[in-house]
């Protein structure tokens, strides 16, 4: 039988298996090393430009880790503000999931490094290993969890040190990617509150597993950039309308497309082949660039403040292993600042 992932249940079922308890996000908080690496930068160490950058990606700088600063250090900072935003403390946390491909060692997890970083003694977590969407796919796993009952209040964590794993010789990747953290609490809720996370639409390709890869623990990060640029934008804008048909709404209902920030031009692209205006596309890679696991987060704190009143709609999407939600945003953010 085929079910929905967001709910456990078969098509049509209102009602879960497994508990059926709406997953609400409580909380959102970001965090970003302080350390910049801007294009000119960039223009001193790789046969680049601050155009052909822009051109390319959109991107004017991003954020880098200073030696010895782990993803577990990044993390910690995203999930003591939203814990703190969600007005709990580290004991009110059960359970802690960090999407991440650059975690501190092989083992312990990430996670079980920030549950100790953090003083969430009465929590137990792992690891979640999917590149761009991880943050997505551990936000997904998370909502089982408080749909079931099994936990009340579960952290997510999506973190990457980027920088580690990049070859700063290789400007194809070097001027793209970027340091950073999100981390959001979700709490179970009602089915249309503020926050109150819909349906998901999952995906997986390893057919492209050629296209964006590191090989092995000894390799820098590889990518055809311009075969995962074309792949990018047909598979979210298709997800997005999946998503969207699950949840019974329409392109016109979304006020604001909180995509994962990769590249300016995926963004556009997407934006045109929906036939939606581009300024309803949450752009903020030109600050930070893609940070992998936690560029939803970071983009997600943009269209919040000015929107939460009315608790309008955004899709969260991210695609590498392309995946959706629609949600109502919640109110309760924090986060770097964004100039």
Not at 256 to 267: D, E, G, P, S
């Amino acid at each position: 039988m085929v079910t929905d992932v967001s709910t456990g249940s078969a098509p049509g079922r209102k009602a879960s298996r497994i508990g059926g308890r709406p997953a609400t996000i409580a909380s959102l908080a970001t965090y970003v090393p302080p350390r910049l690496l801007t294009n000119a930068d960039l223009e001193k160490m790789v046969d680049t430009t601050d155009d052909w950058i822009l051109q390319r990606t959109g991107i004017r700088e991003r954020h880098i880790v200073d030696p010895g600063v782990a993803t577990s250090d990044l993390g910690k900072q995203a999930a003591i503000q939203a814990i703190a935003n969600a007005g709990l403390t580290p004991a009110d946390i059960g359970m802690v999931i960090c999407g991440t491909v650059t975690p501190d060692m092989m083992f312990p997890s990430t996670a079980c490094l920030i549950q100790h970083k953090i003083g969430a003694h009465h929590a137990w977590g792992f690891d979640l290993s999917a590149a761009c969407s991880a943050f997505t796919y551990s936000l997904t796993t998370a909502c089982q969890f408080v749909a079931s009952g099994a936990h009340e209040h579960v952290l997510v964590v999506g973190a990457d040190v980027m920088s580690s794993i990049i070859d700063y010789k290789d400007r194809a990747t070097c001027v793209i990617f970027g340091d950073g953290a999100g981390a959001v609490v979700l709490r179970a809720g009602e089915p249309y509150e503020l926050g109150a996370i819909g349906p998901f639409d999952l995906g997986s390709d390893g057919e492209g597993a050629d296209l964006i890869k590191v090989p092995d623990r000894h390799s820098f990060f590889v990518m055809d950039g311009q075969k995962v640029f074309l792949r990018a934008i047909t598979h979210m804008a298709k997800s997005a309308e999946a998503v969207l048909d699950k949840a019974s709404m329409r392109l016109q209902d979304i006020d604001k497309f909180v995509y994962h920030q990769a590249n300016a031009r995926i963004l556009y692209g997407v934006a045109d082949q929906l036939g939606q205006p581009r300024g309803k596309f949450v752009r903020n890679i030109d600050l930070v660039g893609n940070t992998a696991a936690s560029p939803c987060t970071n983009a997600c704190r943009l269209p919040i403040d000015p929107m939460n009143a009315s608790g309008n709609q955004l899709p969260l999407t991210v695609f590498s292993l392309h995946s959706v939600s629609p949600c109502r945003m919640c109110s309760k953010v924090s986060g770097f600042p964004l100039g």
